[in-house]
């Protein structure tokens, strides 16, 4: 079996979002390679090992089931936009993605795609320049913060009429949760919340849920849906074809396509912490 360290095992981890579980119907997933069960009765979960009688550890937060391996795991990450009443809580689904959850985060930091894989929508030649940004990290939180972040996008948001510059803070909560802070096109004072909270399913495996927490008073709960997932869509055809599917944490086992701050920071803050799960060392 895989052994994994306390960062990492205890912690939770999101199995389902809330709006597309049956209640009452008993699922089987797995977390970190682990074969688990888990339902939702009147809005509390419950969560059990496959293979044993033991119960595990389980949340509802975040418009997301969480579920933890762990007898004694930390706090779930504090993301206090969600308690805001005035935000729309909307789940742009959970997505099964046959590569590293580590793959997948990764990919959600790297703003250099944006005109050529999301073309005209999150980016358009020849704006193809990533400017300057400024990586910090949170040591009271053990986290990695990305602010000053800016892309000129065509059409940024759902709810963006014309082209913006977005302003973007990426922040890396844990090594399979990002959430990102993005212009929120109707309240300029204000930031719309993209979380995206991967399921590490096996190594070279992940489901990943993508939770929105906006300020939208324009779009249905599908037409925020269907934007997220025409994205996210075109990530996928990125995220199949890189090999390899676990992630090398050591800069010489692969050659960057180009220097990327975030990236570097991401790999180096996963390698201190001795996480192996989804990298080329697990
Ligand atoms: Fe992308």
């Known amino acids: 079996m895989h052994v994994e360290n306390s960062f990492v095992i205890d912690d939770w981890y999101p199995v389902g979002a809330l709006a597309e579980t049956v209640s009452g119907r008993k699922y089987h997933t797995r977390i970190l390679g682990t074969a688990i069960w888990y339902q ?19 949340k509802n937060i975040y418009g997301l089931l969480w579920v933890s391996l762990s007898d004694n795991p930390r706090d779930v990450i504090a993301i206090p936009e969600f308690a805001e009443a005035d935000r729309r809580v909307v789940s742009a689904g959970s997505i099964r993605v046959a590569t590293s959850g580590l793959r997948v985060i990764e990919n959600f930091l790297d703003m250099a795609h ?29 986290e990695i913060l990305a602010v000053n972040c800016r892309f000129p996008q065509p059409k940024g948001s759902a709810a963006a009429s014309e082209p913006v510059e ?10 399979f949760i990002a959430i990102l802070y993005k212009t929120c096109v109707i309240d ?12 590490p399913v096996d190594q070279e495996s992940c489901i990943a849920h993508t939770i929105m927490c906006y300020l939208d008073d ?4 599908k037409q925020l849906r269907d934007f997220q997932q025409r994205i996210f869509g075109q990530d996928i055809m990125i995220l199949i074809n890189q090999v390899p599917k ?4 050591d800069p010489r086992h692969e050659t960057p396509v180009r220097a990327d701050a975030l990236s570097s920071a991401y790999r180096r803050w996963l390698k201190d ?5 989804g990298t080329t060392r697990g």
């Open 40 to 58: 939702l009765t009147d809005d509390v979960v419950s969560a059990g090992l496959a293979d044993h009688t033991a119960k595990l550890a389980s």
């Open 273 to 277: 912490r001795n996480v192996t799960f």
């Open 166 to 175: 977005m302003q973007y803070v990426y922040r890396i909560a844990r090594p």
């Open 246 to 249: 676990a992630l090398p944490l």
């Open 114 to 142: 944006f005109p050529f894989v999301h073309t005209d929508i999150l980016g358009a030649e020849p704006l193809t320049e990533v400017a300057a940004y400024d990586v910090e990290i949170d040591e009271a939180a053990d």
């Open 188 to 199: 300029a004072n204000r930031l719309d919340v993209l979380g995206l909270f991967v399921q």
């Open 218 to 221: 324009i779009n249905t709960d």
